[in-house]
């Protein structure tokens, strides 16, 4: 009992700290509707709306801060931008959404909502199948955060890919470099393995290594450093600034050398 009580202290240490870090109090009284639009935030039941046949396991949270990453970092370099902001873009990231649909789907995230909670093809997602008032939830929490933010946080939500021959041109640069597969390895599991599982394995993000080795080795790990340095619809912070040339380069080489050790 003694040892719960200590570890129960440690833990609200721990959010005490992060909370003041970070701007946000824990004395401060959050609004209720934002308060519900957190707990979605974490949950990957998402408030039990999921269905649990498709439920990937995924919440926001796997691929979102809700914080400014390049002051509060973490150590997980997150395939999306964080939530910082949100409220104030003019249009979000993916293509299936209106103008007019924004609010109604929470900026964006009633894509992530079929797409990653649920592992529903993109050819299928319903961007505003989110339900209405879990979506205004979801806001509010959004809201609630960027209001906290400090002046000029904000503008780091952008979505500014690179166009296919950039991330072509990107990539030959990419492998030219030499990498490192040790560092290449911690990079892969802080950013990689949330949508791709192990390298060997399928998770909601395409099999990196696969059974049977590639004809063409390094045209294959060409195409994936382009699609990942161009970043766009599943990669969107990926692209720009969280994995350096060099990072993708040691990335590239982890993959190169799992790939060969199957030959």
Not at 119 to 138: D, H, M, R, S, W
Request: proline share 5%; hydrophobic share 35%; with cysteine.
């Amino acid at each position: 009992m003694l040892l719960f009580r200590m570890f129960f202290r440690f833990q609200l240490l721990l959010q005490v700290f992060f909370f003041s870090f970070t701007g946000l109090s824990l004395t401060e009284e959050m609004p209720e509707l934002a308060r519900l639009g957190r707990q979605l935030f974490y949950d990957p039941s998402f408030g039990g709306s999921v269905d649990p046949k498709k439920a990937t396991g995924f919440s926001c949270t796997t691929c979102h801060a809700d914080f400014n990453e390049s002051e509060y970092g973490d150590g997980l370099i997150r395939s999306g931008n964080s939530i910082v902001g949100v409220t104030r873009r003019q249009k979000s990231q993916w293509k299936e959404i209106q103008p007019n649909q924004l609010l109604r789907s929470a900026g964006g995230a009633g894509v992530c909502y079929q797409r990653f909670l649920q592992g529903i093809p993109a050819k299928k997602v319903n961007p505003i199948a989110i339900p209405e008032q879990k979506a205004e939830a979801l806001m509010a929490y959004f809201d609630y955060v960027t209001s906290k933010a400090q002046v000029g946080e904000a503008e780091q939500a952008y979505y500014n890919p690179l166009s296919r021959t950039e991330a072509q041109a990107a990539a030959d640069k990419i492998l030219k470099l030499d990498g490192d597969a040790d560092k290449g390895w911690k990079l892969y599991g802080k950013s990689c393995a949330g949508c791709h599982s192990g390298p060997k394995k399928r998770g909601i993000g395409t099999q990196l290594v696969r059974s049977r080795p590639p004809s063409n080795l390094e045209a294959r790990l060409h195409k994936i450093a382009s699609y990942t340095r161009q970043g766009g619809y599943l990669m969107p912070a990926l692209g720009t600034g969280k994995l350096s040339d060099q990072d993708l380069a040691n990335i590239i080489e982890f993959l190169r050398d799992i790939t060969e050790a199957k030959k």
